[in-house]
Each structure stands twice: as structure tokens, then as C-alpha cells.
């Protein structure tokens, strides 16, 4: 008997965004597996179900017990916040499953279901900083080696991306975003708009607007669940939001449509 | 009186995928705005509503009637697919309120609805592909000249990056993909992953998985509602998924945990 294995995302820690998909799969899934904190965004959806609380670090057990648990038959959600295609347990759960020569077709039925991630919730609430083309980076060198890290972050100030942070520091791990901020400022301005937004759409949410000069004055900003999204050269601030363009200024006269009096 | 202003994501073009919070500003709405094929995505939710459809390429009007709408006292819902924070029309909101002196606290007040984007839906309908950084591209060179775009697609070459194509074709476009690859075949190998999504969540999806060799025989499946998935030098496919593995295989040894036996 098999069953099936959803890999669930439920977005920004707040019901509000979260998909209709991913309520109706965690409603059908008898056994709920995820990061204690990740499990307690669903707590009033997992009533009466199997739930198993992992600690951060476990990914590679957790991983194998969902995938044992759907081949037993069990209905699993594996939940956590935004999405788990990025950054997030998909992946590991693929490896693991084509390390056992599994078959997509005739096998564990396997299902991603995509939700709000950081860079969606948190470019939501402070603007429109990702009109134009950006960068994701993950400061974690976990997993991997921060050399190739930085050399990202230069590739991506060398192409003008406007680039969005995961994981930006932890208690141990500081370094990183103080050696992104001295590359970017070899290629952008001191001013380039820099927005740090810690548990968006969470009750503790706070957001802090400042720009790459005075970055380093905002570490007690940094954490597990903040996001950093700086700007490129065509990004600006008003009021507290940070803008980017899309180039439609060089293109349309925006005041012409407010002033039909008005010759182009 | 002043009304209220949503920009709303309802995500890929399929229900289950919408957000709660999406649905319920709509519901809350008097008035529905967008582009045509956007406002068709949700006829059902509208009904009773005053509806305003635009044509492609109306947007600056769009912007500028939904303003003026919800200044008169309406409550609007500007809406399209995706997420409107992605190259989508909260930039152009923003901006033609910024022109006007708007002030958040005391103006109009504003909500970005953050949606699953492209990126999200395609990843999680190929496998795992945003594991590690990615950059993502949109080959529209309307309102961006294309030797920036291309710059670009130099640079997340670079840098390693996986990259996710928006806009990769149109009818009257279609050189930028074929001048992308040539670009990424000088740092990538032609078996490079590459995945064309066409239609994700839609009755009429279809995915094709190739490599930046075959990419040109592809042709027919890009188009307005086409995104691409290029892969970096440590994707690789199994069985038609396309998976990133995040670096967890060089730090653990995933068969440990199925093999208890097995020395480390």
C-alpha cells in the first residue's frame, strides 16, 4: 500500500497567505512532519493527526521518515513556512528518492505545493523592489562554500540585479553580509536603498529602510526569519517604500495622463 | 471619501493556488481591474461587481484609473496572475502615486497581495531546481534595452546561477533566448538542464524538459505564459525532474540513514 507525499508550503507564517491547495492537502494528510516552528504556523489545521516535531538540523532524517511513512501508506504533509521549492525540503526529498531508484510514474506519489516565499511576501510589503531583474542569494555556507557565495554577490552587482538575501546571519555567522556590503560598494552607491525586513506578516514584524552605508548599523535586524533586499542602480525610496521602475518612466510620460492638457 | 486600492496576485491561473487573502479582498472589493485574460481568472468571484477588462499594454491607463477609482471612494482590486510584486503592475502604482505627493499614512491607503509567481509554480511543477541561488530574467525588451538584459544573463552566467526566464518570447521576439543561450553555452556545458513551462496550473500546461543544446528545436512551446528554467553547474535530471541539490551531498551521506550499517 502506498500513499502519498505532499511537501507543503504554507507562505509567510500568517494563514492569510496561504494557499486554498495547501489547506486542502494538510486537511487530507493523516500525518503532519515538519520543524517544530514550521508545525506550529498549522497548528489549528492538524487536529487529530500523527505529527512528528523535528528540530532545525534534522533535514536528512526527516526527509527518510516522510518518505517511509507514504510508503507505509500514510497520507504526509511535510510543512513549512513559504515555499518549499526554495531553499526548502523539496530538493533534499528528490535526492533521497532518486538515490532509490525511484520511479515518478508508477511510484510514491510525490506533490510540491508552491507558496508565498520570502522574496514574494517580504518585496510585498515594503514597494515594488523586484520590477526589474534580481538575484536570490543564501548567505548560509552551510552547505555551501562562501567563496562561491561572494563570488555571486559580485556576479550579481556586476549585472546590476537587484538582490534578495535569505539567511542573511545567524548568532555565529555575521561575516557574510558585512563582505557582501564591501563588494556591492565596489560596483553601488552608499545610498542604494537597502530594506531588512524581519517575520513578515508575523506579529513581531518589523521593517527597517536604510541604504548600504548604514547597513552595519542595523544588525540587531538579522536573524533566522529576516530577509534583506537591496537595491540596484535604478532603485529609489519614497516615503519609506522602495521603488524600482521598470523602465516605464523612460518610456511613457505618466503625468500626461493626469494632464490631458499637456503636449508630449 | 477615499476607498482602498488592492493590487492583487491570484496566483498561477488555477483557484487552488490563490491565497486566502487574495479571495477575500477581492470579496471586499466593489470594483474589478485588469487585463482581460487576469479578470477571466477569477469571473467567478466577480460577480455583482463593476468590472473594468484592459487590453495588453494599457497599463499606465490602468494605473491611473485605478487611482482615481479608489480616491472616489470605491474599494478596487487590481489583479493579474502571478504575483503583482514580479514585474508586475505594483511598481507602476507606486510610482504614479509617488509622482503625486501621495502620503502612505495619511493618502490612499494600499496593499500589495503577494501571489505564487511563475518561479514558484514552475519550480515546484519540475522538481527542485531552486535549491541554490537563482537569478531571474526577463528577456522583455520593451521597456528594458536589451544589451542591459543581456549583461545580465552574462553576469548570472558568472556567477553560477540557476536562472528563470520570464517573457522568454513573444511573436514579434525572438532572438533574445537564442542570443541567451549562446551566451550561457560559453560557461555552460550544452547537457545543461533547461526546463519550458508553458501554461503551469492551467488546463493547457505543457513542460518540456531539454538542455540548452536542443533548446532551439523548442520553439513552439514559448510564448506569453512561457517561462524557462536553466539549470547551474550542479543541476542535474532524473526521470524528467530537474534537481538542485542544495550541497546536502557533499556534507551527508544520504544512504547512511537507510543503511544504519554503513560506516561514515
Known amino acids: 500500500m502506498t500513499g502519498k507525499l505532499y511537501i507543503v508550503g504554507v507562505?509567510?507564517?500568517?494563514?492569510?497567505?496561504?494557499?486554498?491547495?495547501?489547506?486542502?492537502?494538510?486537511?487530507?494528510?493523516?500525518?503532519?512532519?515538519?520543524?517544530?516552528t514550521y508545525v506550529n504556523l498549522v497548528q489549528d489545521l492538524i487536529g487529530g493527526k500523527t505529527v512528528y516535531r523535528y528540530a532545525m538540523?534534522?533535514?536528512?532524517?526527516?526527509?527518510?521518515?516522510?518518505?517511509d511513512l507514504a510508503k507505509s501508506g500514510?497520507?504526509?504533509?511535510?510543512?513549512?513556512?513559504?515555499?518549499?521549492?526554495?531553499?526548502?525540503?523539496?530538493g533534499l526529498i528528490y535526492e533521497t528518492l532518486a538515490e532509490t531508484g525511484w520511479?515518478?510514474?508508477?511510484?510514491?506519489?510525490?506533490?510540491i505545493i508552491p507558496g508565498v516565499s520570502a522574496l514574494n511576501s517580504c518585496?510585498?510589503?515594503?514597494?515594488?523592489?523586484l520590477m526589474t531583474d534580481f538575484a536570490v542569494v543564501s548567505m548560509s555556507d552551510l552547505l555551501v562554500p562562501w567563496e562561491i557565495i561572494e563570488k555571486r554577490v559580485e556576479a550579481a552587482a556586476q549585472g546590476d540585479f537587484v538582490i534578495v538575501i535569505y539567511n542573511p546571519a545567524s548568532k555565529?555567522?555575521?561575516?557574510q553580509l558585512q563582505d557582501t556590503r564591501k563588494?556591492?560598494?565596489k560596483y553601488r552607491k552608499p545610498t542604494t536603498p537597502v530594506a531588512i525586513i524581519k517575520g513578515a506578516f508575523r506579529d513581531s514584524e518589523t521593517i527597517v529602510m536604510t541604504d548600504l552605508e548604514n547597513l552595519p548599523n542595523h544588525s540587531d535586524q538579522l536573524g533566522m526569519i529576516t530577509t534583506v533586499i537591496?537595491?540596484?542602480?535604478?532603485?529609489?525610496?519614497?516615503?519609506?517604500?522602495m521603488i524600482n521602475p521598470r523602465g516605464y518612466k523612460s518610456k511613457y510620460n505618466l503625468e500626461e495622463q493626469t494632464n490631458p492638457n499637456l503636449k508630449v
Open 183 to 185: 563588494v556591492l560598494l
Open 11 to 36: 507562505g509567510p507564517g500568517h494563514h492569510d497567505h496561504m494557499t486554498f491547495r495547501a489547506k486542502e492537502v494538510i486537511a487530507e494528510s493523516d500525518t503532519i512532519v515538519g520543524y517544530e
Open 74 to 90: 500514510k497520507i504526509v504533509s511535510l510543512v513549512s513556512s513559504g515555499d518549499p521549492g526554495i531553499y526548502g525540503m523539496a
Open 230 to 241: 537591496i537595491g540596484n542602480s535604478s532603485t529609489y525610496t519614497y516615503k519609506d517604500l
Open 172 to 175: 555565529k555567522r555575521i561575516h
Open 57 to 67: 538540523t534534522q533535514e536528512v532524517e526527516r526527509a527518510h521518515q516522510c518518505i
Open 123 to 129: 518585496a510585498s510589503i515594503i514597494g515594488s523592489p
Open 103 to 111: 520511479d515518478p510514474k508508477d511510484g510514491l506519489q510525490v506533490e
